[in-house]
């Protein structure tokens, strides 16, 4: 998989200045680095470097840079690229982001605070005659939901947990459905996905009453052939975001689930006292839940996240979870052919 | 049940003018009539007279008054009584509402859409020195929620479907259980109950991402045996707003569940292609997403909205529905042994 498989959209009222220095905050663990590891593997193009607060450990690999050496190489916005709970923007992350105003760059957020809101930002901007862009402010006239059944089909990534591979195996899915000849879109429903593919609706940050309508706006009537691949957001089993995953779960009326979930991971993540539910609980659940808007769902198979284990190692545990599972199961971050055998079931 | 029985609680941040003109648009059916139902049940010492659009067939019953008359009659506000689909302020109310400004009222909405926001309201108020409320504003600093256990007991209402009576069931069940010596709040998550209560958090109008944390501040810690009784909001089995529902059931983490259902309702109101469930699968899907948060909860009855049948009608079909459904079964808005046999089944 790679960011040239993914065909580029225009972007709809985005028009964000790139390329990007990318910003880790004070993230000690790469778990945190979603919307920065989605687009390095996705964007990679759009990575001119990363930049992150004296002693951080988190990394993403790529040329650390300051900003002013980052403009001089080609960067243009720097990007915040790390996930703090709840999405404010941390106080000790301010005065390296007003460093990158200073060197010439405009900032992009996708953080549920605006960056605006923040005095010190705005009198940085305003001074420097820079832009804050906020990418998680919701389309305005979103509907409530009608429930009605559209044409064309779609595909939606769950999980077991947030920030496991849910945005990551859509993105897969789509390039590979127009790899094989087939009209697909990725549906970004989040900020990172929004940054990668230049379009989207930030689903959570949309109020409450009109989740499942963001969601049928989000993929609407389409040719019979055209597929919609969604981006998942949080879980049903999920205390603080079940809501967000079961609005768009509704609205989206997928054809077709794919199950996320992070090899080794038992625990809701920063929430031990949450236990995730075994596979086949998470099958049943989520799909006697869709049935509600689309009767004749079901489950393709599981996306596995097998990050941090050896190609071998990788490809005996696929093995082996498919048997355990009764499903197709894969790591779409590793491509092969269990990738192409989940492909083949989510077409079949 | 009378509002007499409902404990006045001080208002956080409200401070509505009263009493009120109850406005009922061009509504056809009481069944759009949530607000101005509930007002006049639940508060009827605050409800002076109704007054409504030309032609517009449904009634509260109250004495109709022009606002002007309203006013003379001790009137000082009017609140928008009547609920359309997605919140919206339907044009034809506007010159009904500039008539009640001009003769001297605030203007109170439950609406999503800001009063202010409609520009003619907006010129009349600021021409005639006039408030406009939104009770439908969520507060600032809503958290993402914790998924902690919280101490103290909650119940939530939940239901089958919208506008069936989980407000009601809440302030019955919460004045009754006062009437037995116990600590007991009504927490309102709609505009209606916030209305009555003069606080609560709309959960409806929350960003999506903090209604279960909503749900966690509107019933935090309080004393063991002390019960927050916990407006239900929309149906996990509405296409439109099961995430709503969702967040709030799992936030509320309650103790006890009460179903409601709205007798010879069979499918979701307005949208005909959309079965109810049987009561069996509302229950039992309920409490497995409640046990998510709660594992001890139980469903304690049914609340079973009879209006429209005679007294007797009621009687015969409460006690034939218990013993189907094999739970305690009553219509709080008739009270009687059924619903004591209900009261008991919450604390037993």
Redesign the interface.
């Known amino acids: 998989m790679n960011a040239a498989a993914i065909a580029p959209r225009p972007a709809q009222g985005l028009d964000l200045p790139r390329p990007y220095l990318l910003f880790l905050g004070d993230a000690d663990d790469t778990g945190f680095l979603k919307t920065g590891l989605g687009l390095r593997d996705w964007a990679p193009d759009l990575c001119v470097a990363e930049y992150k607060c004296d002693g951080a450990r988190a990394s993403l690999g790529l040329p650390v840079l300051r900003p002013a050496d980052a403009y001089r190489a080609g960067a243009r916005a720097l990007v915040l690229s790390v996930a703090s709970?709840?999405?404010a923007i941390a106080p000790p992350w301010i005065p390296y982001i007003v460093e990158a105003l200073e060197a010439g760059l405009d900032i992009i957020s996708g953080a549920?605070d605006r960056l605006a809101e923040e005095p010190c930002l705005r009198a940085a901007a305003e001074r420097l005659g820079r832009r804050l862009i906020d990418v998680r402010v919701p389309p305005p006239g979103l509907?409530?939901?009608?429930?009605?059944p559209r044409t064309g089909k779609r595909l939606l990534t769950v999980g077991t947990d947030c920030a496991l591979g849910k945005k990551y195996t859509a993105l897969a899915l789509a390039a590979a459905f127009r790899g094989r000849g087939l009209a697909a879109d990725f549906r970004a429903t989040g900020q990172t996905g929004i940054m990668i593919a230049g379009s989207g609706i930030p689903?959570?940050?949309?109020?409450?009453?009109?989740?499942?309508?963001a969601a049928e706006k989000l993929s609407p009537d389409a040719d019979p052939g055209h597929w919609d691949v969604i981006e998942g957001q949080g879980s049903?089993?999920h205390?603080?975001?079940?809501?967000?995953?079961?609005?768009?779960l509704?609205?989206s009326q997928p054809d077709i689930l794919v199950l996320c979930h992070a090899h080794g991971r038992d625990r809701?993540m920063g929430?031990p006292?949450?236990p995730l539910p075994s596979i086949g609980e998470a099958v049943d659940?989520s799909l006697?839940?869709a049935r509600?808007?689309n009767a004749a769902v079901r489950c393709a198979g599981v996306s596995l996240n097998t990050a941090g284990l050896s190609a071998d190692e990788a490809e005996a545990l696929i093995a082996r979870r498919s048997r355990e599972w009764q499903l197709p199961v894969a790591d779409p971050m590793r491509g092969g052919p269990s990738f192409e055998r989940l492909v083949d079931a989510c077409l079949g």
């Open positions: 709970i709840g999405g549920h509907p409530i939901a009608s429930g009605k689903i959570d940050s949309v109020v409450s009453d009109f989740v499942a309508g049903i089993f205390p603080s975001y079940a809501g967000v995953s079961l609005g768009l509704h609205g809701i929430l006292d949450y659940l006697q839940l509600r808007t």
